[in-house]
């Protein structure tokens, strides 16, 4: 067994529940996202992009990062990932612009509803978070649920 087959077997040990799963659709996108929006936030250079916006080179590593631990699970995956975490950070940008100083208000209270929601979710299903006995597994909810997009299309991970 691939191991990220081993991973997605494990972290769906604790997300059966069908209320936790409809949660973790919702709020595990959104906590990647405002993570991503943190990061864009830590003073560095910025590139911009015509028809995309600015970036960080602080976000460029970050998403280079991600991606590389991706690859070694599955290069589809990575890839897939790759081009998500750009769109990403379009929205980011979007809500950096918007908001401009206070932009870290978004950031952090959709990061604080998300986990609220995340936890609600675990409570339903009575099993802890698979995060807490591997922090990998905060990678892996992104891409437990791509891998669902995937098979939905008959595409492979």
């Known amino acids: 067994m691939r191991k990220i087959d081993k991973m997605f077997s494990e972290y ?7 209320t936790n799963k409809l949660i973790h659709w ?7 996202w405002s993570i991503l929006g943190f990061i864009s936030l830590i003073p560095a250079p910025h590139i911009f992009i015509l028809y995309f916006g600015a970036i960080s080179v602080v976000s460029i590593l ?14 589809r995956i990575a890839i897939i990932m790759f081009f998500i975490m750009l769109l990403l950070e379009h929205f980011i940008y979007f809500v950096n612009v918007t908001f401009e100083q206070k932009s870290w208000i978004v950031f952090l209270s959709v990061f604080i509803l998300s986990w609220i929601g995340q936890f609600y979710g675990h409570k339903i299903e009575g099993k802890k978070s698979s995060f807490l006995k591997d922090l990998q597994f905060l990678l892996v909810g992104p891409i437990w649920l791509l891998s669902f ?7 492979k991970y």
Do not use: M
């Not at 919702?26 to 990647?32: M, Q, S």
């Not at 998403?63 to 699970?73: D, E, M």
């Open 12 to 18: 769906a040990e604790s997300h059966q529940n069908q």
């Open 26 to 32: 919702i709020c595990v996108p959104l906590i990647f």
């Open 62 to 75: 970050t998403i280079i990062a991600v991606s590389v631990f991706y690859f070694r699970l599955s290069w």
């Open 149 to 155: 997009v995937l098979k939905k299309f008959g595409l």
